[in-house]
């Protein structure tokens, strides 16, 4: 019963401590010496950034700002709205934009324009899942956790129906695997 509603899991708790360690570690690393601001894209990244940031030992700053994407079965129409927006100046900053998944690609695509256009510093993106045979535009993600095939998937943040992002791993949703 369980197993049917919450799908088969694709990564485990512990693969992905493991390997958030590893890129915290790598991000502590690449900003050591600078003042870092990551800001996580809600709701999908609060359990990502929560590690991430945990797993990166730098005095780093955290932000967010809350992104919707318009028709949940098609991003192709790239209607991404900012529900709410991150409320500092984000110009001369070094900014860590930080992501549950890549899909389409619209919404780093949107994000990199807009936080662009306030003249950060530097700007890099860090998203724990790729699905690269979903992509449509093509876009730059400077740290990835886990490339993952074309299957939808939920948990560790990522959500269907706004349900499951509390499973501490990422599964497979049976009913809504896409082709
Ligand atoms: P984009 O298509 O790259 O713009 O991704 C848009 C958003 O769709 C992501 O930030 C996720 O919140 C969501 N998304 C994409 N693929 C999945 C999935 O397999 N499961 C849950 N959410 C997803
Ligand atoms: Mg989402």
Redesign the pocket.
Known sequence: MEERIFGKPIITQEEMRKRIRELGLKIAEDYQGRDLLMVG?LK?AFAFIADLSRATPLPLRIDFLVVS?RAKNN?DSGR?DIISDIFQDLAGQDILVV??????????AFLKEKIMGQKPKSLKFVALLN?PQ?RKVDVVVDYIGFTIPN????GYG???ENKYRNLPYIAVLDKVQEE
């Open positions: 894209v999908g994407t991003t991404i992501e549950d998944i890549v899909d389409s690609g619209h919404t780093i699905k979903r299957k939808y998937v939920v990522l959500d269907y």
